[in-house]
C-alpha cells in the first residue's frame, strides 16, 4: 500500500514539450498510461513522464479520460485526434462519426 | 475576520496545468470553487489551487463567473464546456440555447 | 518630474494570469488604466499589474489601444470583447458593426 | 568587424509580451529591425529587443521575413497584419489580395 | 556506440522561441535534422537546437514525422506548412491535395 497509488496523485506529462497535470486515477483508465506511470525512466529531468505526441490531438482524449466524452473543436483535424489515439493504444474512442459539421 | 476572505485576494488556479489567476470574490460566486479553496490540501506544490480539467473548456467559465455571460467562440465545442460545467456544479448556465452560428 | 511618466516606459500586465508587456503612452490613453497604474497595490507580486479578465478578449482591446483600430479575428465572440471592453470603461470601441462575416 | 553582426545570430524578441527568437540576417531585411537592433537601449531587462504589438500579428510578418510568402491562417483578421506591417514599415507586402476564402 | 545514438534520447527543439520536445529517433528521419543535430553548435544556450522558423507550421510537420501522416488543422494556411517542409527538405510530404475541406 504505497501512497503512489492514490488516484488523486497529481502527475505531471510533458507531452511533446507541453506539460500536462492531471491526477494517477485519470490516467489509470488507459493501459498505455498506466505502463507510462509504471516506470520512473519514463521521467523527463524536471519529473514529468514524457510522451513524443503533439499536444493539440492529445487534448480531446486527455478530456475524454477526465469526463468520458469525445469532443472536439469545429476547427480540428479529427483523423490527427485519431492517430494519437491509436499511438495511445485507446481503443473505445467512439469516432465513428466524429461531431463535426 | 481573516484577511484571506478579501473577495479582492488574487487566486491562482492549476486548472489542467495552466496557470490562471483571479480573485475569490470572482470564485466564491461557485460552490465547488468555495469549497475548493476552503482546504489548503487542494493546493499543488506552487501554491495554486489544482482542478483536474481542460483549460480551454474552463475558460468560459470564468469568463460567466466574471462577467455573467456565456460567450463562446465560434470554433468552440460547446458540449465541452457544458461537460467542464456539470463537473463544476454549475448549474445556471444559459446554454439552453449556445450562441453559435 | 518623475521617470515613471516616461510614456515609453514598459509596464507589466497580468491579465488574468496572462502577461502581456506594453508601454505607459498605450495604457494611458484609457482612464481605467490611467488608474490602475496610480497605485503599486494592483501589482501582483512579480510587479506586474493584475486585472481580472480574460487575456483572449483584452488583445483586441489592446491592439485597439495600441494601433487605434478594432479587428477581431473570424473566430473570436464579439459580444466577449464588449463584455471586457464595458469592463475597462472603454466607450468608444466601434462596435456597433462588428467586422465579422 | 564586430560578430554582433553575423547574420546567423540569435536575436530574442519581446513583441507585446511574447519572446520570438529568429536571426539577425532575418530581422536585417526590416529597416524598422534594423534599427531596433542598433541600439541597446531597445531591450528589455532579460535582454530581448522590445516591441509594443500583439504577437498574433506579428507572427505572419515574421513568416514573411523568414520565408518571403505572405500566408494568413482562415481565422485571422487581415487587416489587423496590414496595421502591423504598417507600424514596422514593412512596405512591400503583397496585402492587396488576401488569400483567404 | 554513444548513448547520444539512443533513438529515445529526448531532443528539445527551439524552433522560432518556442520549445518543442521529441526524440532523436524522430527527428533522424528528416536529413536537415540529422545535420542540424550532429553539432553542437546549433543549440541555444539553454542546451535546445535552434531552427529560424514559425513553430505553429512546424506543428504539422513534427506530427508527419512522428506518426506518418499529415494532418492540418481546418483554420491553417496549407501553403505555410509547404514553405516550411520545403525549408526543412523535407520532400515527401503528400501535399498535391491538402485535407481541407
Known sequence: ?????????????NYGGKIFVTTRG??????FFARL?????????????????SP?????ILHFLRRGEIRLDANMNPEAVLDEAKF?????????EPKIE
Open 26 to 31: 485519470t490516467l489509470d483508465k488507459s493501459p
Open 56 to 60: 493539440e490531438y492529445f487534448e480531446p
Open 88 to 96: 495511445l493504444d485507446i481503443e473505445n474512442m467512439p469516432f465513428a
Open 1 to 13: 500500500m504505497l501512497d503512489t497509488f492514490d488516484p488523486q496523485q497529481k502527475i505531471q506529462l
Open 37 to 53: 506511470l509504471s516506470s520512473e525512466g519514463n521521467k523527463d529531468e524536471s519529473g514529468a513522464y514524457f510522451v513524443d505526441g
